[in-house]
């Protein structure tokens, strides 16, 4: 699956997109997933995360490398059952995790590079911004699916953060 980086243009009209089955509204939300405006983004978002299809969770992932902090903390908000071991979402995104190190290896230094360059200010120590708490949920969900923990590609989470 090429997922794209961005796409551009306006959203469809409400009226029109419940005329879509149900799978057509997901791809759709998918897509719109990585508009330009992190508004949009944001929004589509809101469809997704308590979606389970296999391939829905690489644009849920996706946005987890996003400069934009709001999706960052809508990701930790509706990613919420990823910190209930062997919950399904914590499954399948473990499962796509394990399989796909290197998307997840690219996510990892996306957050890391949005961090340094947008909230270091804000949050001088990497354990501190938001983003760092999702990666380290998002690898215990790998951990426990493969039984060992992906490379880790980020600073190290500040002690609390790794209980």
């Not at 009209?13 to 005329?19: G, L, N, Y």
């Not at 829905?56 to 709001?70: C, D, H, K, S, T």
């Not at 999706?71 to 990823?82: C, P, Q, T």
């Amino acid at each position: 699956m090429a997922i794209p980086y961005r796409i551009a243009g306006a959203e469809p009209d409400p009226a029109a997109v419940r005329t879509l089955t149900g799978v057509e509204q997901v791809v759709l939300h998918c897509l719109y997933s990585r508009n330009c405006d992190g508004r949009v983004r944001e929004r589509h978002l809101a469809s997704l995360v308590d979606r389970l299809e296999p391939w829905v969770i690489p644009f849920v992932l996706q946005l987890a490398g996003e400069y934009v902090l709001e999706i960052l903390e809508a990701l930790r908000r509706g990613l919420g059952d990823l910190t209930v071991r062997g919950s399904a979402q914590r499954r399948r995104y473990g499962e796509f995790i394990t399989r796909n190190p290197a998307f997840f290896a690219r996510t990892e230094r996306r957050v890391v590079s949005y961090w340094s360059c947008y909230y270091r200010l804000g949050h001088p120590e990497f354990g501190t911004y938001p983003g760092c708490d999702l990666l380290e949920v998002f690898r215990a969900a790998a951990f426990e699916f493969g039984g060992r923990r992906p490379p880790r590609n980020t600073p190290p989470p500040l002690p609390s953060a790794a209980d």
